[in-house]
């Protein structure tokens, strides 16, 4: 029986998956390097001299505002109450995330779920530095925490769900499991899952109205779990990529912050897929050069820099709309500790109603604006009636298989400090499709 890490059992989970094999295929379809900055003189990191700080990111977005603010029960917002579910690569116990009951060792369909020493660890680094912008805190309900780890809400619950190996070996069919099993298991052993972060896409050639992973996050929606994905990484023209693309989701593009702490001359980030008429994003937040947790002997670990002064060598530096998506994530986590009756279409009203519109960036890519977590805890909430979607509902009648466009996830635009993994074919199958939102990793994109 898996056992979280407070030693506490866990649901059975599900058979385990064969990890797929790799072969590298083409070049990837990820925005140009960007040329590196020069190197800060500074010898010791501070969080507060670095914009990219979760200390910084959650000022810009009200989230330290929100919580100096509290409860019905009188307590600080923290996210206490409620579980995120995180569907990546995993979610190391490192410090910051290891605290007694924490991160809940949910699901892994890895092949590195048949031993024990690397079961739910993330080797590819992604999953514990997306964990880290949501919820990471040294110390239980954050009070005192060293700023640097203090996440958007770290007071949350993570569950971890890895689909992703250090090679990023997972195709859809196992993301829709996962997506199936956090909702069949959102209330076990105490959890209150009612988010779940989708730092990842693929690129969809059929339609949000019959594809399955469409399907299987509307499913999430309807059971109350509020789903936050990214928007994807390709910038230009590019749509968005599923599940941002299914419009009942919460999609998330990046904010750039210009190199300011205001937000009055922040635009949409270049790398950020604009989406189309039909569908464009519908928050942004900070994404870029955001510094998070690492996990030690990582793919990402051992490729990207460390953050330079950061003596602890606790931290990674990178930029994407992955990142961006996690702070939504935890905004979210903290809006529904102080309203946990809401439902998400509620959520998703509170927080594009109450977003701060970015006066600098002209395009309706912006969607509603910088994501205000502050405002949407103070706003009143419309009834579940008036805030309920009315887009059509995908059938989820579509293939995960055999169409070239929808069989899996790549990981491409990972920036390491001047190369990148580019497109590949997992099984046989081509990955026009699912990656982990394109990581710009520092040392490059924004010292």
């Not at 991160?103 to 031993?115: F, I, N």
Request: aromatic residues 6%.
């Amino acid at each position: 029986m898996e056992m979280n890490r407070s030693g506490r059992p866990l649901a059975a989970t599900l058979a385990l998956a064969v990890a797929a094999v790799l072969a590298p295929v083409g070049a990837a379809n990820a925005e140009a390097p960007v040329a590196p900055e020069p190197a800060a003189a500074a010898s010791t990191w501070t969080p507060s001299g670095d914009l990219g700080s979760l200390q910084n990111v959650a000022a810009s977005i009200g989230a330290d505002a929100a919580r100096a603010t509290t409860d019905s029960s009188g307590r600080p917002l923290t996210g206490a109450g409620v579980t995120v579910a995180v569907i990546d690569t995993g979610i190391s116990p490192v410090a910051g995330l290891d605290g007694v009951g924490k991160v809940v060792d949910g699901l892994d369909l890895t092949a590195g779920a048949d031993s024990a020493a690397t079961r739910f660890v993330d080797d590819a680094g992604h999953g514990t530095y997306i964990a880290g912008i949501i919820a990471g805190s040294d110390l239980p309900g954050a009070t005192g925490a060293d700023p640097s780890v203090t996440g958007i809400a770290p007071g949350a619950q993570l569950l971890n769900v890895k689909v992703g190996g250090s090679a990023g070996d997972v195709d859809i069919a196992q993301v829709v499991t996962a997506i199936d099993w956090v909702v069949a298991h959102r209330a076990d052993d105490g959890m209150n899952v009612r988010v779940l972060n989708l730092s990842a896409g693929t690129i969809s050639a059929q339609g949000y109205l019959v594809d399955p992973l469409a399907k299987a996050v509307e499913n999430a929606w309807d059971a109350g779990i509020v789903v936050v994905a990214s928007a994807g990484n390709d910038g230009g023209t590019a749509a968005l990529t599923m599940p941002a693309a299914d419009p009942t989701v919460i999609a998330v593009g990046s904010a750039d912050n210009q190199g300011t702490s205001s937000t009055a001359d922040d635009t949409l980030s270049t790398f950020t897929n604009p989406g189309t008429a039909v569908r464009r994003p519908d928050l942004l937040a900070p994404g870029r050069s955001v510094v998070s947790l690492r996990a030690p002997g990582s793919a990402a670990d051992e490729e990207a820099p460390l953050v330079a002064g950061d003596a602890d060598q606790r931290l990674l530096r990178g930029t994407g709309t992955s990142q961006a998506a996690a702070v939504v994530s935890g905004a979210v986590a903290l809006l529904l500790q102080d309203q946990p009756a809401l439902t998400p279409d509620q959520v998703k009203s509170v927080l594009t109603s109450s977003a701060t519109t970015l006066t600098n960036e002209p395009s309706a890519s912006q969607g509603a604006g910088l994501v205000n977590i502050a405002a949407a805890v103070a706003a009143a909430a419309p009834s579940a009636d008036a805030a309920a979607q009315q887009a059509a509902d995908s059938t989820g009648l579509g293939t995960s298989a055999g169409t070239g466009s929808w069989a899996g996830w790549y990981w491409a635009g990972w920036y390491w400090a001047g190369w990148y993994w580019a497109d590949w074919n997992w099984s046989g199958w081509y990955w026009a499709g699912w990656y982990w939102a394109g990581w710009y990793w520092a040392g490059w994109y924004w010292a």
